[in-house]
Every structure is written in structure tokens, then in C-alpha cells.
């Protein structure tokens, strides 16, 4: 079992949440006033859209790509600052949730890394992501979430909703929505559990992003969580979909091979190529930006190779 981040020290039904019927006592749980609350309920226009580069980590548009470039830009709704700390608020609170093994991101204190290292020493992976994740988890998966299974009044209910909900679904750029995507399939996230362990597999969860491995996955288990993601109103992005035997996987960008991890040969060959560009450098500062780089991404694999589940044989 890795260790459960600080802070992390109750049940889902230990949250303060649980049987809210007072907006007033969500008021002070959100450690605002009622009528800061308010203002927050009547404003509109309360986020402003941007459009991020899905590769290039800087990258950002304000205004909407050209239709033969929006393929490489996502959507980005950021909330104001009012409403960000209410949602920051939401978030910090669930996560203290103690999070199962099997859950990687969004857990504060376990990384990518983590994710890939729990599946060294497997001989097969399948690899699967569920297309639209936060589009696709709508505002009725977070009433779902409140009312039913932690009982809060409908009034109350409505106002969480509309706090973490935009256009009818969980908006990329809030921060609660990571963590409010897990919550609100959290039924289907515990069937997936049960399916891959009762079939002697192990798995994680990073995000969208769905891991199986093992000795043998027999394509029954599989459909049987696809048919559970389906079930509850989400989809398998087909073209995502990987099944590898007895060979190196990718898993969340690292190399799983054997017994251990390791970087995947396209952040080799990077780190190859800023060693190159590094000598022939000119000027103190381009060569300073370069050794910054450089030192990132050999920290980076340090971290990487150094993840494992047990020692390689």
C-alpha cells in the first residue's frame, strides 16, 4: 500500500458534506459569508475561456483556433477568483478522503510515476481512456453525488451544483474538477475494482486514463469494464485502446519493462538533443535556460528509474 498523503483521514460519508441541510452551514464550510455566497450564486459570467496547446505545455489561445488547428487546442473555462476559492475549497476537502491504492491522480503525493510503477513485473497490459471524462460527467453525476449518496437537502444539493457545474457538466479549468470527476462515478470507479480483482488483476486509475495487468487479461474482463463504463453514461476512446503482451508498455509516459520503469525514448532522445544544443550555445543566459532544462529532465529520470514494485530479477 502506498503511503495515504497528509490529510487524508476519513470515509466518503465522514466529509463534511455529509446530511447538509443548511446553507448557512455550507456557507461556513466553504469558509465564506452567506451573502459572499450569494454573489457568487447571482453572478454570471464567471469564467473566462481560453484554449490550451494539448502538447505544448505554454501554449494558450484567447480566442478560438482556426477549425484546422482546433485539433490541438482543448477548451480551458477558468473560474474568477472568488469562485476558484470556493471550488479549491470543495476540492481540499474531498481530498482528505482516504483514496484507494488503485487511485493515482487526483491524489496529492502520488505521481505518473507511481501510477506506472505499480504494474512493473506484469507480463500483459491493456490500456484503456475514457473519452470526454469531464465534459461527460454532468451536473446530474454531481447531484447524484450529494443528494443520494451523501444525503444532502435538495436546496443545498442545487447550490454545490451549481458552484462546480458549467453548461450542464464539470468544466476544465476548475480545480475541483479533477477530484469531483472520480466522485461522481464513484460507483462505476468501485465496480471496475471488483471486476479486475476478483479476476486476480491489478490496476490503476490516473485520471481518464484506465491500466489493467497481469499474467493473462482474458478479453472477458475487459468487456466486462467497458460494458460498467457504458452503464454509466461514459465511453472507451477506441483509438486509446492498447493491449500489450510480453513486451514494453507505456503507461501514463513511462516505459514499464520487466522489472523496472523507465523513460520512453522520446524523452531520451530530448534530453540527447539539449545536451547538443547546450554546447553550442552562445551567451550565458541561453546556456543557463538550457542547463535548467537539462536538469529537469535528468531529475525526471531519476525519479523514473528508481520507481519500482519489487527488485528486478
Known amino acids: 500500500m502506498l503511503p495515504l498523503p497528509n490529510g487524508s483521514q476519513y470515509a466518503l460519508r465522514d466529509t463534511p458534506f455529509f446530511r447538509l441541510r443548511s446553507r448557512k ?3 461556513e464550510i466553504l469558509l465564506v459569508s452567506d451573502a459572499a455566497l450569494q454573489r457568487v450564486l447571482n453572478e454570471e459570467n ?13 501554449s494558450w489561445l484567447n480566442f478560438e483556433p482556426k477549425p484546422e488547428v482546433s ?11 472568488g469562485l476558484k476559492s470556493i471550488q479549491s475549497r470543495i476540492a481540499k476537502l474531498f481530498a482528505k478522503v482516504t483514496p484507494p491504492d488503485w487511485l493515482f491522480s487526483p491524489v ?31 451536473d446530474n453525476n454531481v447531484a447524484h453525488l450529494f443528494h443520494t449518496r451523501l444525503e444532502c437537502s435538495p436546496d443545498v444539493t442545487a447550490i454545490i451544483v451549481k458552484l462546480i457545474t458549467l453548461c450542464g457538466c464539470l468544466p476544465q479549468g476548475s480545480p475541483c474538477s479533477p477530484i469531483m470527476a ?10 471496475i475494482s471488483e471486476i479486475v480483482t476478483d479476476s486476480g488483476l491489478t490496476h490503476s486509475v490516473y485520471a481518464d486514463d484506465i491500466t489493467i495487468s497481469g499474467n493473462l487479461i482474458k478479453k472477458e474482463v475487459i468487456w466486462n469494464i467497458k460494458a460498467t463504463v457504458h452503464k454509466h453514461g461514459l465511453r472507451i476512446k477506441a483509438e486509446k485502446e492498447l493491449s500489450i503482451i510480453d513486451s514494453p508498455a507505456d503507461i501514463t509516459g513511462v516505459i514499464v519493462k520487466g522489472g523496472r520503469t523507465m523513460l520512453p525514448n522520446r524523452q531520451l532522445k530530448r534530453l540527447f538533443e539539449l545536451r ?14 538550457l542547463d ?8 525526471q529520470q531519476r525519479q ?6 519489487h527488485p528486478p530479477s
Open 46 to 58: 464567471l469564467y473566462e475561456r481560453r484554449w490550451k496547446h494539448k502538447k505544448e505545455k505554454d
Open 182 to 191: 472520480y466522485y461522481s462515478n464513484h460507483t462505476m470507479w468501485l465496480k
Open 304 to 309: 523514473v528509474e528508481h520507481q519500482y514494485r
Open 25 to 27: 452551514k455550507l456557507a
Open 71 to 81: 485539433h490541438f487546442y482543448r477548451p480551458i473555462d477558468i473560474p474568477d477568483k
Open 108 to 138: 496529492k503525493g502520488r505521481s505518473y510515476v507511481n501510477n506506472a510503477a505499480r504494474h512493473v513485473g506484469a507480463r500483459a497490459f491493456w490500456l484503456l481512456d475514457i473519452a470526454d471524462y469531464f465534459p461527460s460527467c454532468t
Open 276 to 289: 547538443g544544443e547546450r554546447q553550442r550555445a552562445k551567451g550565458s543566459l541561453a546556456k543557463a535556460a
Open 292 to 299: 535548467s532544462q537539462i536538469a529537469g529532465r535528468l531529475a
